[in-house]
């Protein structure tokens, strides 16, 4: 079945990084877009990044756009997402989806805290 573990959040003071990992398994991972959210508490969810499954073509939210990069290694059925500059607004759980046929696919979610 398909499977996405995302890991890498934690506390961070303002203006630091950190980088988002998601491992997938379950479906042919280098054939799929893929997408990183975040849901801050009392607020929808949002898509924050996109790949293609080359990575050729990637997209992004314009409050992250110069911040993040969304990277994949198809070698090793993962997905990044780094994260530069973080403030405040970038606290939120953190997840990676993918769409297979006509199903979204989530992970459990990793926290970024960004706090001084």
């Given at each position: 079945q398909v499977q996405l573990v995302e890991s890498?959040?934690?506390?961070?003071?303002?203006?630091?990084?950190?980088?988002?990992?998601?491992?997938?398994?379950?479906?042919?991972?280098?054939?799929?877009?893929?997408?990183?959210?975040?849901?801050?508490?009392?607020?929808?969810?949002?898509?924050?990044?996109?790949?293609?499954?080359?990575?050729?073509?990637?997209?992004?939210?314009?409050?992250?756009?110069?911040?993040?990069?969304?990277?994949?290694?198809?070698?090793?059925?993962?997905?990044?997402?780094?994260?530069?500059?973080?403030?405040?607004?970038?606290?939120?759980?953190?997840?990676?989806?993918?769409?297979?046929?006509?199903?979204?696919?989530?992970?459990?979610?990793?926290?970024?805290?960004?706090?001084?």
């Open positions: 890498g959040g934690g506390l961070v003071q303002p203006g630091g990084s950190l980088r988002l990992s998601c491992a997938a398994s379950g479906f042919a991972f280098s054939r799929y877009s893929l997408r990183w959210s975040r849901q801050a508490p009392g607020k929808e969810r949002e898509v924050v990044a996109s790949i293609s499954s080359t990575g050729g073509w990637t997209d992004y939210k314009d409050s992250v756009k110069g911040r993040f990069t969304i990277f994949r290694d198809n070698a090793k059925n993962t997905v990044y997402l780094q994260m530069n500059r973080l403030n405040p607004d970038d606290t939120a759980v953190y997840y990676c989806s993918v769409r297979v046929g006509s199903n979204d696919y989530w992970g459990q979610g990793t926290q970024v805290t960004v706090s001084s």
